[in-house]
């Protein structure tokens, strides 16, 4: 047998084995296989950062290690990649690096420079997942903005308007003042604030004081009326009288609303057009009432605000307030918690701006959506309780359009005249309109003068459809086979939004569900609990660790969170990965060094110890397994490592010594039996976790036997029936290991070395001579008596 290395070099042997699967297409999707498929949608990450964190590789890991799973049950797995390089993260990123305001440069000028920096984002993740060994084909990769993509996204768009369910119209928006576009009720984040209820007192036309309460007092300029309840008797009298507003001085009706509650702040209201949801429904029960509005798209009072035009809404509440102060107006101000909606992306205070848009009607199929997801497999089950909700709180319909540069862009053009709506064939996709002309004109009015559409895509109109955009990069006759897909992996917050409305394209475009699987993953968080985040900059760069520990212990360390869960940055974690990287290649090296390559073909006539440790080798195989199929990574190497730390390394390697080294030949080969076929198993049902490791042990140790080309493509480890073990064995068996415990202690607690032979070792078990002769090798203790 040849020399193998005595030390595993994590640093040098990654990136040779980094090579060898490149250079083997061990991961390429075969598309001429017979083998079963198992197709994943892998989340193409945003590249809008010059820096990838710990929280990333929790992520893109834990979905990575049931790939390498399913690889080796045989099937042949399709795990392409994508990079989600449009939208409004890659456009603030890029205005942010080069300190750039898109408006006063060029489209053609911002847009070069997004795709100069996407380019280099998806290579930082290449070379990130590379590393890390994510076993992605990268001969199956796509990107949110290319022509493909683009072609399939603008195909969506024909094919749902043309079944009625996209439609443009002009109506209160949620608004992104520093973006500068409108966005979705899904972009939107909750955040909890101190805020002050202020009192305000108008004048009734009879004479009587009112007072409202308000946590917005700038939108004074812009009230359409007052409501109190109808049944409220303190203000019953005052229903359909009007009441002048103080500083503005325009009158408004008083208003019965069943809606207005009694209890909060003095049981009156008012409304403004538009402080919030409430207030467009208010107008929506009040369609007599006309609406104006003071706030335009850059976040400041417009002519309609009078004196306080130009302001921005901050500023015109600090002179709003101060003015009703001096006015007498303002009675009292309470101190409370109030919960603000900013945009998720930038942080912004959202409002509602009146302009017009596109939308995607989903809130008519509210009860369509919930019944496709209970139709999913989520894992776990709880997570669907976040999409039931999501679907039952939608009041509006899916904003799909967006006022930017950098996406995809309608396949739309206008009839400078008539106003009429060209659309161009699916053949001639993508178009882009403000480059390219219909190859018809208006076929209404005959007008040749055209208008594009300048509004892109919201970045999920597009990455919704991931699933198609995969099966475009394969051969045709496969698609039925890759979908429905069998796994979404993706992390829990954008639930509500990509696959929600993943959800919502295969449905209308289908009629059925994109997917079966879901895997939701949760958090990475700092060591204070905190979330990772680039915004935050409270993480570690993953190379430095690949650099310090390895690739396989930062994987490991991923293993720790349960499938859905957050987890703690744990350095303490990875170490213990890389302990366990090194506990494996030694073991492996004992076996090797010890039993050479003569091991038995058949299985033999097991000892105790032998059966013992085989039997719950099975057991570990079958848990793993079982666990693996329900995507818990996490339980499933508590299994791997409870019977490779507590049972073959602690027990059974120190049980086989004296047999491994002693003269019975045959006792011997019955040891190398059970060390070669243990560590073979224990190296396979490792490899998901840790692939660099298991790869070298398996390809210095057992490639010549097995003659696959690598451990990835193996196949994974069955029970072996041969290796049961009674169950009134095994309690006999463990009542030897309490014995074996006992003396262990003994030796520690008098300072003696576990390898130095003592004369003798009292136990008051019940032990036979075989059991006593079996302690007595195996813990070098002379003479084993026991207690009467």
Known sequence: MNEKPKTYDFKEREEHWRKFWEEKDVYRFDEDSKKPI???DTPPPYVSAEHLHTGHIMSYSQAEFIVRFKRMQGFNVYYPMGFDDNGLPTERFVEQKYEIDKSKITRKEFVELCLKETKLGSQNYRDLWRSLGISVDWSKTYSTINKLSQKIAQWSFLDLYKKGKIYKTKMPTLWCVHCQTAIAQADLEAEERKSKLNYIEVEVENGEKLTFATTRPELLPACMGISVHPDDKRYKRLIGKKAKLPLIGREVLIFGDETVDPKFGTGAAYFCSYGGAEDIEWLHRHPEVESFHILGPNGRFNELGGKYAGLKVSEAREKILADLKTSGALVKQEEIENVTYVHERCGTDVEYISTEQWFIKIVEAKDEFLKRGKELNWFPKKMYRIYEDWVKSLKWDWCISRQRYYGVPFPVWYCADCREIILPDKNDLPVDPTADKPKKGCLKCKSSKIKPETDVFDTWMTSSLTPLIGLRLVKEDLWEKLYPENLRPQAFEIIRTWLFYTVVKSYYHFKGLPFKDVMISGHGLDEKGRKISKRLGNYIIPDRIIEQFGADALRYWATGAKLGGNMRWNEDEVKKGKRTVTKLWNAARFVFDTVGSAIPATVPALEEADL???????????????????????????EIDDFFWKIFTDYYIEFVKHRVYGEDKKSKEVAAYTLYNAILTLVKLYAPIMPFITEEIYQEFFKERSKTESIHLSNWPETVKEWH??????????????VIDAVRAYKTQNGISLGKEIEGFTTNKKLTSEEKEFIQKTQRVKRITCAK
């Not at 099975?618 to 996490?634: C, D, L």
């Open 38 to 40: 198992y197709s994943v």
């Open 612 to 638: 013992w440790l085989l039997h719950n080798l099975n057991k570990t195989v079958h848990e793993a397994t079982a666990y693996f199929e329900a995507y818990e990574y996490s339980l499933a190497r508590n």
């Open 725 to 738: 073990y009674p169950e009134k064995k095994h309690r006999e068996f463990q009542k030897v290991l309490s």
